[in-house]
T-cell receptor
Framework: DAGVIQSPRHEVTEMGQEVTLRCKPI?????LFWYRQTMMRGLELLIY????????DSGMPEDRFSAKMPNASFSTLKIQPSEPRDSAVYFC???????????FGPGTRLLVL | AQSVTQLDSQVPVFEEAPVELRCNYS??????LFWYVQYPNQGLQLLLK??????LVKGINGFEAEFNKSQTSFHLRKPSVHISDTAEYFC????????????FGQGTRLTINP
């Protein structure tokens, strides 16, 4: 199994630019989670999907952030416009139906200058 | 809502010494408990989990943890650490059934000195 795949692994952009992070969950998993990791706030859940439907987006910081899951094998997290305070590592995770364990991708390290 | 407190932000130990990383949680409902490890510049990897049953759970790499409901704790232990155990360790909880989102502690950085 390939595990959770995230791209890009690293992204450097300038303030104001649009950033799109991508995630491919483990095949057969029906829940997908986006987390953000920063020194100040640690690991925090941004949004999660169940069967491609957003269930809880209360962690999304503001309207500049949006996430989609058009099908069971792909999700995007978009930041538009990006700001320096968005610099963080963004993780995607997935788990299967009736499974408690979430499997994490390697993360995307984002730096907004 | 659930919350997790990891009592030590950093733990330095010598190689082959025992180690305990402490985790306390708060929840008004039953929870599942997890320990994840993050090696430098990598994602999170599951070490072990408590779902139900025996309160002592064993995980990978020789780690184990004990669930103590009365003290709302889930401390992680290893009897003899190795240099390769140097990493950041995260305790996390999720609600028993229902929403499966994880709530993480702030992490404990374990440093193994030769």
């Amino acid at each position: 199994d390939a595990g959770v795949i995230q791209s890009p692994r690293h992204e450097v952009t300038e303030m104001g630019q649009e950033v799109t992070l991508r995630c491919k969950p483990i095949s057969g998993h029906n829940s997908l989670f986006w987390y953000r990791q920063t020194m100040m706030r640690g690991l925090e859940l941004l949004i999660y999907f169940n069967n491609n439907v957003p269930i809880d987006d209360s962690g999304m910081p503001e309207d500049r952030f949006s996430a989609k899951m058009p099908n069971a094998s792909f999700s995007t997290l978009k930041i538009q416009p990006s700001e320096p305070r968005d610099s963080a590592v963004y993780f995607c995770a997935s788990n299967g139906r009736n499974q408690e364990t979430q499997y994490f991708g390697p993360g995307t390290r984002l730096l907004v200058l | 809502a659930q919350s997790v407190t990891q009592l030590d932000s950093q733990v330095p130990v010598f190689e082959e010494a025992p180690v305990e990383l402490r985790c306390n949680y708060s929840s008004s409902v039953s929870v599942y408990l997890f320990w994840y490890v993050q090696y430098p510049n990598q994602g999170l990897q599951l070490l072990l989990k408590y779902l139900s049953g025996s309160t002592l759970v064993k995980g990978i790499n020789g780690f184990e943890a004990e669930f103590n409901k009365s003290q709302t704790s889930f401390h992680l232990r290893k009897p003899s650490v190795h240099i390769s155990d140097t990493a950041e360790y995260f305790c996390a909880v999720s609600r028993f059934q229902g929403a499966q989102k994880l709530v993480f502690g702030q992490g404990t950085r374990l440093t193994i000195n030769p």
